[in-house]
């Protein structure tokens, strides 16, 4: 089976490079695909894509080494395993509160005996190789997101559900149910102190972190702290900004 | 009729700053439209995008006061009309080389009895309004790309064809056509030569000229020579580009 | 923030007039959105329509000043919460049969610390512009539908739950709960007993009621009878009406 | 082969009921097929549909035993040819000026050595069946519309192209062409007189004419008048006329 | 209402050929629709597929007489009720495990007072006809799948549920949860073990029993036994295995 | 630039395996390239396929190392630049009739100075690197379809045409010119004679030769006379072929 670049990439102890894609199209994730990412994810719950539209992004990104990856809009086992179905090595799974929810997400990303995923991986077969039943549950990384007060309450009992690879944080939910404004970079204090508790706890447990960034800076100083997966802005967000930068200049430029 | 901004700024004769839309998807567009562009242009030619996706990107452009636009794939009657029956308020038509190109040009956009623009401007009505069959030749503007040698030796004659708008210029092509290589901004002599050759004939028949730039500084210049609609860039490489500095630096606060 | 039409019309004590899609068309939602409805909603329940064509429908309703609404398929906090972040500003969810039922509606249409819907209004921010997080939960709508002998019975607890806007109501399943033939406006007697129950408990609760009509007669006389949200008809129903009456016309008059 | 339903129609001197289909949906498509017109037409040239949406709209009129058509955008042999390949049995073709113009009508849409469409019927010979290449010629109808100065002056020549079957009026750009205001029903006496022209010399040729209407009323007439196809309306306008009485109808029943 | 084929085929003791599709288009159902099965099952769970394209490929196999069926994602209300309205007439319903699961399914796919489905048939409408709601819920066939070691401990009580119509069986998910390896035909013996007792068990109850094999043979050998539903490949594999067969005659017979 | 490896192929002496794609879905297509075909040609012309199907279907072959190819649906400019710009590395063109024809696909298909191709390929760079401008006239490749008895007799000035890389033989549309029935492997002696006349004339010319066929022992006996490109049946044609294979076989074991 081909293996999966993160588990490659966190082997080394290293950090992996994550893109985001929250445009519904192949042509855009192909184009990201060629920027040297090690990772896209392809974002079913906050970016404007479904599931057929995920598959052809899958396959512009399967163009080349990069791993392709899922954010699932929510903890529902149908999706998480049709995306895998459809050749996503890693999936991300929104407000995992409890170790039940945890347990939910590992039964719906591994095979029996392990989880109860159901077989059929029709292009994962594809994308992966003929022996991609025998190494699926090695290979497919499942994180499990902490974004709530129940999931801070509930950290050692998810982190303790056996199958579970890893945890990923989106501050702004964070923020939210901790009572501050949602931003991704530059969080208020009780907010850090959430991240570096379940920085912390991950570690404790042998689990990946993860993390939602605004700019690589953040991203950086978050590497340094010890996440292994970090994501730094999207598609959207980099192609608006590239946008404003130069409709500002030419603003700039021609007022007189 | 809702009036084209594009005829408003020239009115005042300021110039335009329009953007370019390679990527089709609807909610790419509409981003795009939120970034102060004063038009966007979705590419048919040398974009990834069909008659299809460019009526949903046209829609959401419509949710600004953005000007929709179209460049077409080739000098064709059928996808002329196509893209002005959906609503675009101006094309821009490639390698027009002769008066009678410039006249299908024109043939293509204007009703009778200026043109034979055949009648039936579905969303045009939505989008312009009940009288826009009285004001759509007014207010639609046909762009002839002169960017062949033909083109360039033709170009009086293209310029006297009765109720042709503007011309625009493609470095690049004018720049293989000349045996220069394909670029848009840092240009050849000959090109350079060329691109001043086409503004002075505009100018002096008193039509409207734009230009492909690579950076809003290339832009910036051109304007100040006397173009009045200028591209910068587009939505496929603002969004690689910062993806490349993204990962450049990622990776260089990684490496050690 | 944008504001919600909906509430503006609410708050000068008039009832709003719904339009309703079927078709998964952007081209038909904006033909629609320009007969001058209130409101138009997507529905993902029982129309042809599913997340991706719904977020075209949204851009093409936000082309106007129409309200942009849908109804999910079922209780399921992802779609809910993604056709939030697509711009829908007022969700419909079908089958709400209980208080718990209830505050997971509320739960996943509205930010803590009311609710706990997740943080990414990715099309919300382009739409009701940057202030959106700030102002989301006072804009957007969550309608409940009582349309089961158990949200009959249950009716009092499912609206005294906090955060819930409004319920709306589904003649032909409460029809067809109460044991009578589904239709819309001619209901049976148990059902017409029940709407009329719903609309009392509604307004003692202080919520606003809206109802499914096939006809504006009887969208009238439910306006009249204290309804504030009407449904008449739907894109699909209309039009197919409208070529029934042409056909027969045609079939009458060349028989002979 | 299956028959086509308009030939047996013409066979027994009676005139065909013809829909039209501006909305790029199989849906809204697979519900006009539902009530009750002789024939269906694709509107690839002004509805916003193109070649991917019309083959979902022949396979949802297939389902009944409507006739699927198609207008093609302009007198293009690959689209003409495509569309008859996915199973329409009847093409209308704008803006045929000259014989030239209808050799090409042709040529396009008949097998040689009448003609020179290319073979590889996909869809044809599911829809038609096994037999279809042997019969496609006597079967499959071509619609030369006349609706310009051009195509008056050389309409004799016109209607002696052999293998031309019919011709197709549309009294909007007929209008257009002649100095009138576009409009299909109440044409002014220039082009009134133009319409009756063309029935005439097409009765002269033995050839079907055809005409777009706006109501079944003026369709009646000119079936009196020997046209033997009519259109009348469309998908989006039938839509959009019930959804302005209703609205109107509520405006008016709650204004006070 | 239009019978359900397979209900006749039953009715007459005799078993179902049913083809499965995981390719996502229309074009391909149609094709597939033409070559004889009795039904064909869109496959929205392992295959490529998701509603929109559904619905496209029902309205294809709607040309013929092939019964058109789904197997969906997972155990939920919403996208049985949307295939249903969308005129599907059997739902396969993947890892029915208990007792109440069995019953959701009831639920979800028959009226009251049977069950709980949601009225609005829209497709359904056009499909089955005027008089759907009425013999719906004797036509619509709904198949739980036993797959799982608990779907077989709960067997008696899932077939005991009033309203189930079929079981059906996935070998290779059954495989995986009794710790063989997946595979559709050559099953291990506590597999094959396994398929008898639900075969036996579902006899007792007087259900159908189906099942997928990968090889007519597999199926004519379990229809021997007593299936009365049988699957055989898929589109997908159909197409991959005739290429793999072109292409490795074409190799053989140029490799010297 | 990533290499053409039909060029390759042909470097070293040996023919091409070609596979045909006529299903609109880059999951078939990606399925297809899984199969160990050199090629894969989309095909525009009589498939049920569009440029914004094509471009999915471009990118799921580029998961793996066959090569991209495309007939387009007409000697159009238009559609031939826009799909070597999507990153085809082939273009197969219809009905090449004369000397000019064959000009047009050269103009078409090679940038300047030895053609007309207009700069922007925008895929094409994603897919064949970042020399792509500098490579690509030595590495696309441009087939002649030669199919009308003008093809034949202008067969010399076609052939020496400069730029022109190669001719294909389409044996149906060839047939039906010479007068006979349409088929791919057993034609008719005219055809027969016609197919080697354009064999040896290419060969005398230096140019590839390329063949249609239903069956790859037609395929073998072509490449033995010297066809260095040969095509094989099709994904639609492979999958009818299954199906039909399994249900006859279904319903022998099941007839008594």
Redesign the interface.
Known sequence: MRPNRLREIWGTG??A?N?WL???????A???A????DSLTVDL?????????A??MF??I??TDTVPMAR???L????M??VL??GAYAVIC??VNSAEDAELLVKSTK???LG?R??????GL??GGADY?EHANDTVVGFAMI??RAGLDNLEDILSVPGLDAVYI?P??LS??L?C??TFDDVDPPVAEAIDFILAKAKEHGKIAGIHNGT??A??RR?EKGFRF?T??S??R???????T??????A??ST
């Open positions: 290293k950090a490079i893109g929250a445009i519904p199209s192949g042509f855009s192909e184009t990201m060629h920027q040297g990412w719950q906050h970016g404007v894509v479904d599931y057929q539209a598959v052809a396959q512009a399967s163009t699932v809009p929510w529902d086992p149908g999706i395993m049709k179905d459809a929104p407000m095979y029996p005996p109860g159901s077989f059929g991986p029709i292009r594809l994308y039943p974004e709530t989106g702004s939910d939210l149910a009572g404004r949602p690589p800076e991203a950086l590497i970090v730094i802005s598609d959207a980099l192609m608006a900004a590239g946008a404003r130069v409709v500002g200049t030419m603003r430029g021609t």
